[in-house]
């Protein structure tokens, strides 16, 4: 199996993180990793701490720019396991 460019599970894990969506509904095509693939460098970054670095990094990109209102949040609860109970 080839390597996938990190460029690319870049883009496929960034893909996941802002939309939502699961892992069976990655794109395909020439700028996105495989779905495996991309799980796959997801759990090793997430272990070995570049996840939360990356995370961090591009914060404070965004942070620089000017492209991020602190003051304004917003919580998805579509993926909550909720048992019928409160």
């Given at each position: 199996m080839p390597h996938s460019s990190f460029r690319y599970v870049l883009n496929t894990l960034l893909y996941i993180l802002i939309t939502g969506c699961r892992w069976c509904e990655?794109?395909?095509g020439e700028i996105w990793a495989s779905k495996s693939s991309?799980?796959?460098?997801?759990?090793r970054w997430q272990?070995?701490?570049?996840?939360?670095a990356l995370q961090?990094?591009?914060?404070e990109i965004g942070q620089e720019k000017g492209?991020?209102?602190w003051s304004y949040g917003?919580?998805?609860g579509s993926?909550?396991?909720?048992?019928?109970?409160w």
């Open positions: 990655v794109p395909k991309a799980h796959r460098w997801f759990k272990l070995d701490g570049t996840l939360e961090a990094r591009i914060l492209l991020i209102n917003a919580v998805d993926f909550y396991p909720w048992n019928g109970r």
